[in-house]
């Protein structure tokens, strides 16, 4: 036997030195399932390779459980031995290891649970003469393909062994960014418009694992998907709504870019890849109620990058920043008479990879986020306090005036498979910021009950009605208790109390400021 394998390691030395793996035509491709079961399917595959000058036809097994080996044994002619190792491979997470001592098993965790086959390299007799070998791989065009690593007189054959290789892509992509969409119902008004650019550079491999034999590769697995990009977008978003309503947000891809797609051959076995790039947008749940037309407009410059590697069960992220330099100015903000609003538009830069028609796949990706917020009133019934009494109520010539944005940056990362659920990676969450159009809105002039006696006052800052919604990270005040006595309070939720006591008796103006330099002042007596 010994001196029949080193015949035959000469012979396939004598093949050549050329690659196991090659490029084939896309357009040439076919595929026919011939029979299928629980966890597997047997197809008939027409491509042709740059080796070849002519496509060939040839049935794979696509066995993805060790139930699926037992059937395609039963019922579509895997070979008993063929099947067994099967089972355990899928059992153990990878391609069986080489014999002997040589340490040549994949270091890859976790593949994919699909083992692609050549049925006719699996049911070829492994004790065929020389002879029958030669003719069998002239008759397939197989002479072509050599393993690296052949060892000549050693009794292993190192060029059976489990490999692992992967091919990479890689594109660079710049493309516009537009959109507009709307709904009319009534008098119910919103249009969503985006217009900007992105550029980006981005990469995708594709890890498999391969077993030969005949020295000729007849197994594969697909252990790894891999992406990475490098964005820039410029642009602006903006939202424009009239009356009231709500709206579930809507996802819109915008552009869908190839990254790459085709077919290489690992030896006579076909991989069907197709790595695209999806930019979404979305504007995220709307819900608003106005009387006249609020619209605001959100600046872009975003920059940022990601890298993924994903296999069966999850995604880890190797690395992900995110940054959005775009600004947010009063003159992009208009509003009439009374409005609320609230949005949250985002974009979405991923990287898609399906193998196989998408029988195995991987998303990755990085989306940025901003919650923006409008409130805007003028009117005179501002003054509920927190037990909503209308002590504070301002006459008509005392109108209270409110128009604040808020917005904040949100971004993260993201991955999602066919073998996993979503997976999600914070990158950036900036602290909101406020945007008051009226420098200042007197909304925010604090509501002040006094109480007082002999020396001690007590004075009660409210949060006017109009404003309770108002995050509290922006409800921070400073005090003045007119006898040279000051302090501060912050994040003031619906109202709070400060107390002072005084040296002498009189009458003393007391005067509460909000950060954004509306204030309001009271009498305090002290007798």
């Known amino acids: 036997m010994t001196s029949k394998r080193n015949q035959l390691a000469k012979f396939i030395i004598a093949l050549g030195f050329v690659s196991v793996s090659v490029w084939a035509s896309p357009n ?101 003469s020389d002879e029958q070998i030669s003719q069998y791989l002239s008759q397939r065009g197989l002479l072509h393909y050599r393993q690296q690593g052949l060892a000549v007189g050693n009794a292993q054959y190192s060029c059976n062994h489990t490999t692992h290789d992967h091919k990479s892509f890689k594109k660079h992509l710049y493309f516009p960014i537009s959109h507009s969409d709307s709904a009319n119902k009534g008098p119910f008004k919103f249009s969503y418009d985006i217009d900007g650019n992105a550029d980006v550079s981005a990469n995708a491999t594709v890890g498999y694992d391969f077993k030969s034999k005949l020295c000729v590769p007849y197994k594969v697995q697909i252990t790894n998907l891999d992406a990475q990009a490098d964005f820039l977008v410029n642009g602006n978003i903006q939202l ?42 979305s504007t995220g749940d709307l819900d608003y109620n106005l009387t006249g037309k609020v619209s605001f407009k959100k600046d872009l410059n975003i920059t940022g990058d990601y890298q993924f590697t994903c296999t069966n069960s999850s995604c880890k992220k190797i690395k992900g920043n995110y940054s959005d330099h775009g600004t947010f100015a009063s003159n992009n903000i208009a509003y009439q008479l009374k409005a609320t609003a609230q949005a949250e538009p985002n974009l979405a830069i991923s990287v898609k990879a399906g193998i196989y028609a998408d029988a195995i796949w991987a998303k990755v990706g990085a989306k940025g986020k901003t919650p923006l917020g409008f409130e805007g009133y003028i009117g005179n019934d501002c003054g509920k306090d927190s037990n909503s009494n209308f002590a504070h109520k301002l006459g008509d010539s005392q109108l209270v005036k409110l128009a604040v944005v808020s917005a904040k940056a949100k971004a993260s990362a993201y991955a999602e498979g066919h073998g996993f659920n979503h997976m999600d990676w914070n990158l950036l969450d900036t602290p909101t910021l406020y945007f008051d159009l009226l420098n200042p809105s007197n909304a925010f002039s604090p509501l002040l009950t006094v109480s007082s006696s002999t020396q001690d006052a007590t004075v009660d800052v409210g949060i006017r009605s109009c404003v309770t919604d108002i995050d509290t990270s922006y409800q921070n005040f400073t005090y003045n208790w007119g006898d040279g006595s000051t302090g501060k309070i912050s994040n003031v939720d619906q109202h709070q109390i400060i107390k002072h006591t005084y040296d002498k008796p009189g009458t003393y103006t007391m005067t509460v400021t909000h950060q954004n330099g509306a204030a309001t002042s009271t009498a305090i007596t002290i007798n």
């Open 240 to 281: 424009t709504g009239q009356a009231g309503g709500s709206l579930p947000g809507k996802s819109l891809t915008i552009f869908d870019g190839t990254i790459a797609n085709g077919v290489f051959s690992v030896g006579p076995i076909p991989v069907q890849y197709d790595f695209h790039l999806p930019f979404t947008a």
């Open 28 to 128: 040439t491709l076919q595929s026919t399932t011939l029979q299928s079961g629980e966890g597997y399917q047997l197809k008939s595959i027409t491509f042709a390779t740059s080796l070849q000058s002519q496509p060939q036809t040839n049935e794979f097994y696509f066995i993805t459980s060790p139930q699926g080996a037992i059937n395609a044994s039963i019922q579509a002619g895997l070979p008993a031995e063929e099947r067994d190792e099967v089972i355990q491979e899928l059992k153990q997470g990878s391609l069986s290891t080489c014999n002997g001592k040589q340490l040549c098993q994949s270091q890859t965790k976790d593949p994919y649970k699909l083992i692609v086959i050549d049925k006719g390299l699996a049911q070829f007799d492994p004790n065929a």
